[in-house]
């Protein structure tokens, strides 16, 4: 497949193509996804939901990792998913050449429970949700296309997966899966995204927490980076894949010099962990930036805020190795 962005793909600045994907064209953008990962063994993940409903009683800061993880069971196996991205990437260091959108059909403001909230600010960001009723992917046909793409359930040849404060995220995508509602459990859940997705999972957000002077969401954390989006507007799923995976790439550089290590750590360490579902704190001393390191803008805009979510595959071990 011939992409638009080949500038991207060999590590430049091009242009970011963001492909749209509705019901009439998921077998055709399938057929690409599956080209794409061939060649770009690095993915960014983001979706899109209505909220959440259900809110434990106590802190969000006071709660365990457990109790955490029953609130994101009670909202996602309420709610409906409405849009999932992928960026994808050469390498740790290259820009994403490709990204896709995937919209869903199944949700439905005027019936399905949601946070009202959050409906209007995904459709103030541009989310048609007639449209979506109308023309978007089936969940189940996208389950089995997910299944076939070589995205998941890769064993070995697992792609390396990017996202932000995800927990949320994988939770909609492992539901979507299985087909049916979340474990009853967090290790259950965690063992789920292991096998679906690997073991190189990376939550900028749990990065973030090891890097002095970082906070906030992703636009926040973008802000203070340097980083701009490459396409498209926040709170859309495609656009807030891209833009993970450019703020992760930009906390390697300024924090752990490219992937080197840093006192002791390299960025692989952090491998494996969801932001908010540590079932051991990463108790790691706060890292500095790299003495080259150009100075970040201070900026302030928590995305939880809403509740929104919000090699060549052939040899994970070379792209493991590339990310320490």
Same mark, same amino acid.
């Given at each position: 497949?011939?992409?638009?962005?080949?500038?991207?793909?060999?590590?430049?600045?091009?242009?970011?193509?963001?492909?749209?994907?509705?019901?009439?064209?998921?077998?055709?953008?399938?057929?690409?996804?599956?080209?794409?990962?061939?060649?770009?063994?690095?993915?960014?993940?983001?979706?899109?939901?209505?909220?959440?409903?259900?809110?434990?009683?106590?802190?969000?800061?006071?709660?365990?990792?457990?109790?955490?993880?029953?609130?994101?069971?009670?909202?996602?196996?309420?709610?409906?998913?409405?849009?999932?991205?992928?960026?994808?990437?050469?390498?740790?260091?290259?820009?994403?050449?490709?990204?896709?959108?995937?919209?869903?059909?199944?949700?439905?403001?005027?019936?399905?429970?949601?946070?009202?909230?959050?409906?209007?600010?995904?459709?103030?960001?541009?989310?048609?949700?007639?449209?979506? /009723? #109308? %023309? =978007?992917?089936?969940?189940?046909?996208? +389950?089995?296309? *997910?299944?076939?793409?070589? !995205?998941?359930?890769?064993? $070995?040849?697992?792609?390396?997966?990017?996202?932000?404060?995800?927990?949320?995220?994988?939770?909609?995508?492992?539901?979507?899966?299985?087909?049916?509602?979340?474990?009853?459990?967090?290790?259950?859940?965690?063992?789920?995204?292991?096998?679906?997705?690997?073991?190189?999972?990376?939550?900028?957000?749990?990065?973030?927490?090891?890097?002095?002077?970082?906070?906030?969401?992703?636009?926040?954390?973008?802000?203070?980076?340097?980083?701009?989006?490459?396409?498209?507007?926040?709170?859309?799923?495609?656009?807030?894949?891209?833009?993970?995976?450019?703020?992760?790439?930009?906390?390697?550089?300024?924090?752990?010099?490219?992937?080197? /290590? #840093? %006192? =002791?750590?390299?960025?692989?360490?952090? +491998?494996?962990? *969801?932001?908010?579902?540590? !079932?051991?704190?990463?108790? $790691?001393?706060?890292?500095?930036?790299?003495?080259?390191?150009?100075?970040?803008?201070?900026?302030?805009?928590?995305?939880?805020?809403?509740?929104?979510?919000?090699?060549?595959?052939?040899?994970?071990?070379?792209?493991?190795?590339?990310?320490?």
């Amino acid at each position: 497949m011939k992409l638009q962005t080949e500038a991207a793909a060999a590590g430049g600045e091009g242009r970011l193509m963001i492909r749209q994907v509705w019901a009439n064209n998921v077998e055709s953008e399938f057929q690409a996804i599956r080209q794409v990962a061939e060649r770009f063994p690095y993915v960014s993940m983001d979706t899109e939901f209505p909220g959440v409903i259900h809110c434990p009683s106590k802190h969000h800061a006071t709660l365990t990792p457990s109790e955490r993880y029953a609130a994101l069971k009670a909202n996602v196996d309420a709610l409906h998913l409405i849009q999932v991205g992928l960026a994808f990437a050469a390498s740790p260091d290259a820009a994403p050449a490709v990204a896709f959108e995937i919209n869903l059909r199944e949700f439905d403001p005027r019936v399905h429970r949601h946070n009202p909230s959050s409906v209007a600010l995904l459709a103030g960001h541009g989310l048609d949700f007639a449209k979506q /009723r #109308r %023309q =978007g992917v089936d969940a189940r046909v996208l +389950a089995a296309l *997910l299944m076939s793409s070589g !995205l998941v359930c890769s064993g $070995a040849s697992a792609p390396t997966w990017v996202t932000f404060h995800s927990a949320y995220d994988f939770g909609y995508l492992v539901k979507l899966l299985m087909g049916r509602k979340l474990p009853r459990t967090l290790p259950e859940f965690l063992g789920l995204v292991r096998v679906f997705f690997g073991d190189q999972v990376y939550d900028a957000r749990h990065v973030m927490d090891s890097c002095a002077g970082l906070y906030g969401g992703l636009d926040a954390l973008a802000a203070q980076l340097g980083v701009q989006r490459a396409a498209g507007m926040s709170h859309q799923a495609g656009s807030d894949a891209a833009l993970t995976w450019d703020v992760f790439r930009r906390i390697r550089e300024v924090y752990f010099a490219g992937g080197s /290590r #840093r %006192q =002791g750590q390299g960025v692989g360490s952090f +491998a494996g962990v *969801l932001y908010g579902l540590e !079932l051991e704190l990463h108790l $790691a001393t706060p890292l500095a930036p790299a003495p080259a390191a150009d100075n970040v803008n201070r900026n302030n805009k928590n995305k939880c805020g809403n509740g929104n979510g919000a090699g060549g595959r052939g040899n994970n071990r070379r792209a493991v190795a590339a990310l320490r």
